[in-house]
Nanobody, 117 residues
Framework: VQLQASGGGLVQAGGSLRLSCAAS????????MGWFRQAPGKGRELVAD???????TYADSVKGRFTISMDNAGTTVYLQMSSLKPDDTAVYYCNLVNHGSEIRRYWGQGTLVTVSS
């Protein structure tokens, strides 16, 4: 499985950005796609994820500001980020977890989001 992320950049506080992540390869019928982020000097944390036909999970810190969605094919996930804060500055990583004969996790390359105050 390959994941191609795009959409990062520099934005002022209060602004918006949209991240996209396209998956290709051997994608299981049941899978979860989402976004993690890692700020300088901190560990990687879940931002949001969505399962095929299933629930959506958000970190408390982004609830009400970020929206995750998946296309009908289940191969592209979007993260609409609004009301951005400087604390949202991080490298954002796309993630896919295949729930097939075995559970396997894949990572995309990171995309940098910088929110200036």
């Amino acid at each position: 499985v390959q994941l191609q992320a795009s959409g990062g950049g520099l934005v002022q506080a209060g602004g918006s950005l949209r991240l996209s992540c396209a998956a290709s390869g051997s994608i299981a019928g049941i899978h979860v796609m989402g976004w993690f982020r890692q700020a300088p000097g901190k560990g990687r944390e879940l931002v949001a994820d969505v399962a095929t036909g299933g629930p959506i999970t958000y970190a408390d810190s982004v609830k009400g500001r970020f929206t995750i969605s998946m296309d009908n094919a289940g191969t592209t996930v979007y993260l609409q980020m609004s009301s951005l804060k400087p604390d949202d500055t991080a490298v954002y990583y796309c993630n896919l977890v295949n729930h097939g004969s075995e559970i396997r996790r894949y990572w995309g390359q990171g995309t940098l989001v910088t929110v200036s105050s």
